[in-house]
């Protein structure tokens, strides 16, 4: 059975750092497309950043130059380095992944950016 498990979320001001994680277990995510989402009450689950197996990237524009996204094949992992954190970044963080079995979703990390 595959499961994604999210860690990292907490506590963080504004202006502060934070890195989220994303183990798989249950396959192995080489050359799979995975992302991460986010989700804040009373809004919709949106795209922050997605990565192709290739390595390509792909952000979403209010998380543009202060996100990264990255993967560590070996170790079955992939990761959101956040920077320069907003208030408005307060989210429910999930880890996403995508391949033939169809959207696999981990059960989230929350992330709360406040003074």
């Known amino acids: 059975q595959v499961r994604l498990v999210e860690s990292g979320g907490g506590l963080v001001q504004p202006g502060g750092s934070l890195t989220l994680n994303c183990t798989v277990s249950?396959?192995?995510?080489?050359?799979?497309?995975m992302g991460w989402f986010r989700q804040s009450p009373g809004s919709q689950r949106e795209m922050v950043a997605t990565m192709t197996g290739g390595g390509m990237t792909n952000y979403a524009d209010s998380v543009k130059g202060r996100f990264t996204i990255s993967r560590d094949n070996a170790k079955n992992m992939m990761f959101l380095q956040m920077s320069s954190l907003r208030p408005d970044d307060t989210a429910v963080y999930y880890c996403?992944?995508?391949?033939?079995?169809?959207?696999?979703w981990g059960e989230g990390t929350q992330v709360t950016v406040s003074s």
């Open positions: 249950g396959t192995i995510i080489r050359e799979t497309y």
């Open positions: 996403n992944m995508n391949d033939w079995r169809g959207d696999i």
